[in-house]
T-cell receptor, first 115, second 117 residues
Framework: QKEVEQNSGPLSVPEGAIASLNCTYSDRGSQSFFWYRQYSGKSPELIMS????GDKEDGRFTAQLNKASQYVSLLIRDSQPSDSATYLCAVKGSNRGSTLGRLYFGRGTQLTVWP | GAVVSQHPSWVICKSGTSVKIECRSL??????MFWYRQFPKQSLMLMAT?????????EQGVEKDKFLINHASLTLSTLTVTSAHPEDSSFYICSVPELWRIPYEQYFGPGTRLTVT
């Protein structure tokens, strides 16, 4: 069973603060990791992907990956009210026992950024 | 990334009727598409993998005779909810993985909200 766990939240931060979202996964063979943002009533939108250990920065977003610890995180700097959404961590299963291309999702962390 | 459309965006139907949802990959040919269902306040649940030119692969617990999937072309997959009941009311979302690209990414359609009365 390939499991993806996220901190349950909800997470509430003031505008301008750093929001930190965490995710752990069980499949040690996983190589690709993704963060999706989902606004209420909408479908998920890909915001970050990361494949190598370390940090990957894109604007106000930084994804961090530690394969040894099976841990991936997303930091949102200078949080804005428009960042209020549910953030889904997704892991591409290793090819063993997985449908090619299949993603395994966490339950999501709801983030609220208050003005 | 991939551009994915779904039609309709929302549909209301009566109990016992069937509803067809279309998922289109607009900018590349997709041999594989995924169908998800999401109930309010819950995460995505993979229902099935749609494979062009062959039978869909269903996840455990998903009734293949109730949720008919047809992937007739490289740009179109359809999900038909047969004999729909109120408990089938949900948000149905398809996704398209860019399997040709390494490393690959996966993009979602805008979703179809189904309400069965």
């Amino acid at each position: 069973q390939k499991e993806v766990e996220q901190n349950s939240g909800p997470l509430s931060v003031p505008e301008g603060a750093i929001a930190s979202l965490n995710c752990t996964y069980s499949d040690r063979g996983s190589q690709s990791f993704f963060w999706y943002r989902q606004y209420s009533g909408k479908s998920p939108e890909l915001i970050m992907s990361i494949y190598s250990n370390g940090d990957k920065e894109d604007g106000r977003f930084t994804a961090q990956l530690n394969k040894a610890s099976q841990y991936v995180s997303l930091l949102i700097r200078d949080s804005q009210p428009s960042d209020s959404a549910t953030y889904l961590c997704a892991v591409k299963g290793s090819n063993r026992g997985s449908t090619l291309g299949r993603l395994y999702f966490g339950r999501g962390t709801q983030l609220t950024v208050w003005p | 990334g991939a551009v994915v459309s779904q039609h309709p965006s929302w549909v209301i139907c009566k109990s016992g009727t069937s509803v067809k949802i279309e998922c289109r990959s607009l900018d590349f040919q997709a041999t594989t598409m995924f169908w998800y269902r999401q109930f309010p306040k819950q995460s995505l649940m993979l229902m099935a993998t749609s494979n062009e030119g062959s039978k869909a692969t269903y996840e455990q617990g998903v009734e293949k005779d109730k949720f008919l999937i047809n992937h007739a072309s490289l740009t179109l997959s359809t999900l038909t909810v047969t004999s729909a009941h109120p408990e089938d009311s949900s948000f149905y979302i398809c996704s398209v993985p860019e399997l040709w690209r390494i490393p690959y990414e996966q993009y979602f359609g805008p979703g179809t909200r189904l309400t069965v009365t």
